[in-house]
């Protein structure tokens, strides 16, 4: 079985400001990691996902993770944040030899002010 | 077009009712789901159908049962509905990881309140 711990549930940050949000897994199995974003009211929307490689991946609107296997972590981050990215976001696992079950994070919310 | 679409987009009912949720995909994907969120924002697999066959039933009530037609459909069908059935479901599809590792691609979600 798997589990994701995302250890901010809400994380305020001033416009053009860099975030990071944090996320850390533990797996029995090799996983897949994701990172979701979730715009009020809408449904969840890929930003970006580690499969094997590079273990630096870039996402869509200019955020990239980080995979550390020894940490168990995959951490998002984005060096200047906007208005636009207030959402919530997602970190999901899933077996690297199964479909697409994920197992989802609680969620963090990212506030951005002006 | 949209990619996953799920209606209706809200439903409200009294508890005890039977309700059904539709989703379609249009991506020509094999495998679809249904999860659940939770007033808390949790997000938990409820189901997973491949080729039209249930390959996974998390612990859900027996209440709920997904009903797929077609490869481009997965209904969610609930019986006897419970105000804990309040929430957000969301449909998604993937393509089958056996030819090829896709994303799941989910749905605008459909938010049920039962009163």
């Known amino acids: 079985a798997q589990s994701v711990t995302q250890l901010d549930s809400q994380v305020p940050v001033f416009e053009e400001a860099p975030v990071e949000l944090r996320c850390n897994y533990s797996?029995?199995?090799?996983?897949?990691l994701f990172w979701y974003v979730q715009y009020p009211n809408q449904g969840l929307q890929l930003l970006l996902k580690?499969?094997?490689?590079?273990?630096l991946v870039k996402g869509i609107n200019g955020f990239e993770a980080e995979f550390n296997k020894s940490q168990t972590s995959f951490h998002l981050r984005k060096p200047s944040v906007h208005i636009s990215d207030t959402a919530e976001y997602f970190c999901?696992?899933?077996?690297?030899?199964?479909?697409?079950?994920?197992?989802f994070g609680g969620g963090t919310r990212l506030m951005v002010k002006p | 077009d949209t990619a996953v679409s799920q209606t209706p987009k809200y439903l409200v009912t009294q508890m005890g009712n039977d309700k059904s949720i539709k989703c379609e995909q249009n991506?020509?994907?094999?495998?679809m789901y249904w999860y659940k969120q939770d007033s808390k924002k949790f997000l938990k697999i409820m189901f997973s159908?491949?080729?039209?066959?249930?390959?996974i039933n998390e612990t859900v009530p027996n209440r709920f049962s997904p009903k797929s037609p077609d490869k481009a459909h997965l209904n969610l069908h609930i019986n006897s509905l419970e105000l804990g059935d309040s929430a957000v479901y969301f449909c998604?599809?993937?393509?089958?990881?056996?030819?090829?590792?896709?994303?799941?691609?989910f749905g605008q979600g459909t938010r049920l309140t039962v009163v």
């Open positions: 991506l020509g994907h094999d495998t």
């Open positions: 159908y491949n080729n039209k066959e249930l390959i």
């Open positions: 998604a599809s993937s393509q089958d990881p056996g030819i090829g590792r896709t994303e799941a691609f």
């Open positions: 999901a696992v899933t077996p690297s030899n199964a479909g697409n079950m994920l197992t």
């Open positions: 797996s029995s199995v090799s996983v897949y």
């Open positions: 580690y499969l094997s490689g590079s273990t």
